[in-house]
């Protein structure tokens, strides 16, 4: 606990930048969804026959994974892309269903006598609605607001995946550190906020279905209206003007890269530079970086050439940059000067596993895999020069099939027993801090991935000055510095800011 305090006190303006985000995403959403659910829901319990398809519809929506949801809508024009955006569309969607339902359901349920004698007053359709079946359908209307509210919240931590910040920054930045403060610094206002969130619209519930006055429930009502309108309503996140956008996929080598380009870029330029850090894997950054929601992010020469563009691999450095190099220039992209360290994927295993059974290759290892269990990344399971192909080319043969887990856990998986073999990045600092030991790719299977910055041309040429800063990276990060860096950040968890702060001072 006492780690958890330190750490919001030294991240003091930026934990409470990402709770403004959090909440803004959620407020934002909710009130969306209001708007649309509830005029929905009176729609559907005027047509009993259309209200059936309606709600089939929503919970269709609901069944749809979060992280799955914002990978669908990443190419979508106008209401896709990376950052809020796509992420209010995703907590809009996901908070429609209850709101539906609970409309239908409270105005359903009102007495057909009631209606009766308004209809006999001489109401109109719209002044019965307005005068009588909404407010006697309130507190049912208020129950689904405060289910979709709270599910907001749970649903906002997953947006950082695709940039659109909030307290899910923490939680991913935690398990691709592997460091449980962060990850908590993250959960535990999350947890909290959804317990704020549910008391708060439970008592304004309880409030309407209470009728005590007027007066009362209007108090209530205010109050609430209030609170929301009060929340930080513009947009965040969104790109400013000048502003050069980075980006990084979700693990700790990545962050430490576009950080390590936003301060060369800062330095350099003098220009405005977002971080759009910690996104999800290599489709949702190629992506980005197509839709020009980010203009620069690091990838591996390898990867791009496997699992980007789809073209067999090579195992010639040179000849899968230029490869590369000239697919990403047909799409409005440059590749630029590699930083200088190759980060190939590194099949590991126990220091101790490796001594005591003379474990040098992997070739060595195929032996012992019959009674091993393998944990592998989700990119590394699905990937042209993944799993595989890796099996065919050795004829890697497990007691099961591989255990699928997040990359930066796989380490300590493998170091605790829970599996016996992974493939992790050859420049992790984990490798050393766990007593790890690479296996030595004999057969060539794994093609180079030289680390690159990759950038939208139409940002080089609006910013030459841009081309110039990271040009002058080129060859300065050795395998070395890499591992270097990484182990400060993973296993002294050190700021990366200021890691890469002090790399570029010695440079």
């Given at each position: ?45 005027r047509?009993?026959?259309?209200s ?17 949801m ?77 289910v ?32 449980s ?6 959960a ?20 309407l ?36 956008v980075?980006?990084?996929k ?48 690091v ?39 590699p ?80 599996v ?88």
């Open positions: 606990m006492t780690r958890l305090l330190a750490f919001w006190a030294s991240h003091r303006a930026e934990f409470v930048s990402l709770l403004a985000q959090h909440i803004t995403l959620v407020a934002v959403s909710t009130l969306a969804a209001v708007a649309i659910g509830i005029p929905l829901g009176i729609f559907a319990a047509r009993p026959r259309l059936a398809p309606i709600v089939g519809l929503a919970n269709v929506v609901q069944t749809i994974p979060s992280l799955a914002f990978g669908f809508l990443l190419p979508v024009p106008l209401v896709g892309g990376i950052g809020a955006r796509a992420a209010i569309v995703v907590l809009i969607l996901y908070g429609l269903l209850p709101i539906v339902r609970t409309t239908i359901t409270g105005l359903v349920s009102i007495d057909a006598s009631i209606r009766e004698a308004g209809v006999a007053m001489g109401m109109t359709p719209r002044e019965l609605l307005r005068l009588v079946e909404l407010p006697l359908a309130l507190p049912s209307i208020a129950g689904g607001v405060r979709a509210a709270v599910v907001g919240v749970g649903s906002a931590t997953i947006a950082a995946a695709i940039g659109a910040g909030g307290l899910g920054e923490y939680i991913y930045r935690g398990l691709s550190m592997v460091d403060t962060v990850i908590l610094a993250g535990v206002p999350a947890a909290l906020l959804a317990l704020v969130v549910d008391a708060g619209l439970l008592w304004v519930e309880r409030q279905s209470a009728r005590r006055r007027t007066a009362s429930r209007r108090a209530a009502i205010a109050a609430v209206a209030v609170v929301l309108l009060m929340l930080p309503l513009a947009a965040f996140g969104g790109r400013s003007r000048g502003a050069i980075v980006g990084s979700n693990f700790t080598e990545q962050v430490i890269l576009g950080e390590l380009l936003a301060q060369a870029i800062e330095r350099d330029t003098g220009l405005g530079v977002q971080r759009r850090l910690n996104l999800g894997g290599t489709l949702i950054c190629d992506r980005a970086l197509l839709t020009g929601d980010v203009d620069v992010y990838e591996y020469t390898g990867t791009a050439l496997t699992a980007v563009f789809h073209q067999p691999a090579k195992t010639d450095a040179r000849a899968v940059f230029d490869d590369v190099r000239d697919q990403y220039a047909r799409t409005g992209r440059t590749l630029l000067p930083l200088g360290f190759d980060n190939t994927f590194a099949i590991l295993v126990r220091g101790s596993d490796a001594r005591a059974k003379n474990l040098r290759t992997i070739e060595d290892a195929v032996r012992e895999a019959p009674g091993w269990r393998a944990g592998f990344g989700y990119e590394f399971l699905e990937r042209p020069d993944g799993y595989p192909g890796l099996a065919a080319a050795y004829g890697l043969r497990f007691a099961a099939a591989p255990r699928v887990m997040d990359l930066a856990l796989s380490y300590r998986a493998l170091a605790s027993g829970q016996d073999l992974i493939a992790g990045d050859a420049t992790a600092g984990l490798i050393r801090a766990l007593d790890l030991v690479q296996l030595e790719d004999t057969r060539h299977y794994f093609p180079p991935y030289d680390a690159a910055p990759v950038a939208r041309a139409a940002t080089l040429l609006k910013y030459p000055q841009v081309r110039i800063a990271l040009e002058r990276l080129a060859g300065r990060v050795t395998a070395a510095d890499m591992r270097s860096l990484n182990y400060a950040a993973d296993v002294e968890h050190r700021d990366v800011p200021q890691i890469v702060a002090e790399f570029l001072k010695s440079k």
